[in-house]
């Protein structure tokens, strides 16, 4: 995948109003996101659509500098953290390719290298041919070179004619047929995770590995702890790439996942609050306004004497409540 900046940014009034350290911060964030994209493509897990407060720190930004590009419209508030705006005349957005994309490029670029290499072989002159043969040490005799030249000469024009002046194409191989994806399992996916970790996983069997694969089963679980630990692994990565964390003091896998990997995950999102129904909440007055008048409002709640409307209210809440309950319940 491709981040594509356009020829014309550098004239846009919005670059132009930004300082040029927050330009160079918005080109990396774009570039971290849009290979964060490629990662998702094929592991959904890999990267949660957005990068976010430790993200923009490892690139050396600060918050003062993306809500300079917020206010200028290049970046956006999504999930937990940020994603960029791709706007017209300063970016195009990276498109990842699919499956049977990437296939066909691959087929149309190795069909076309054939093609350019027979024709090649059809514009090369006979003289080199003859050089060739007698650089070879074919020609033993001023006779028996002649005529060998020539039998190699009329042998390769015979091929290239039959390769690029008939309607014949060059067979190409079969591709092999693809296996449809299985459905992911535990263990395949602490051995892609254990693949990915910069550090050491132990002997498979011993007691090291069984304890992180068993923590890993724990996280993964938890579709939300899962992604959280999928970020943390990709900052954790990059953080030994970077040189912060030195090649000696990374630990193995199941002290990671036991006591370090909440340090380097994102924060958790919390779940919004859920909404009880009140006798004077909107929900309940959308559905008892068109009826107040049908009911009585003489009564003093303080006094322990509600009004029929009181009461009518509260019973609509509660009915509210009741139906919210049982769905969460099924």
Known sequence: MWFIVDDQMADDRRIRRLPLA??????????????????????????????????????????KQLQQLIDMGLMEEHGGGWRPVYAEGICKEPKTLTEEQREARCKAGSKGGRRKAANQ????????????????????????????????LEDSQAKTWHKTDTDTDIPSPTPP??????????????????EAYPGSVGVKG?????????????IAGNPVELTRLQTALRRYKRAVNDGQIRSGHIPRLNTWLRDQWETWAPEPISPPPIHKHTWNCEHVHQLMDPHENEYDHTGSLRNGNPSEWWKACQACADELNNQETSKEKQ
């Not at 047929?177 to 254990?194: E, L, M, N, V, Y």
């Open 206 to 218: 011993r007691k090291t590995e069984t304890e992180a694969r068993s923590l890993y089963a724990a």
């Open 121 to 152: 072989k059809a514009k090369q002159p006979s003289s080199n041919l003859l050089a060739n043969s007698q650089a070879n040490g074919e020609q033993n005799s001023s006779e028996t070179g002649s005529e060998t030249s020539s039998n190699l």
């Open 22 to 63: 927050t330009v160079g911060l918005w080109v990396k964030l774009c570039v971290i996101h849009s290979k964060g994209i490629s990662m998702q493509a094929k592991d959904p897990a890999a990267y949660p659509g957005y990068f976010d407060k430790l993200d923009l720190k490892d690139a050396g930004g600060t918050m």
């Open 177 to 194: 047929a693809s296996i449809s994806k299985q459905t992911d399992t535990p263990d395949a996916g602490f051995d892609r995770f254990a």
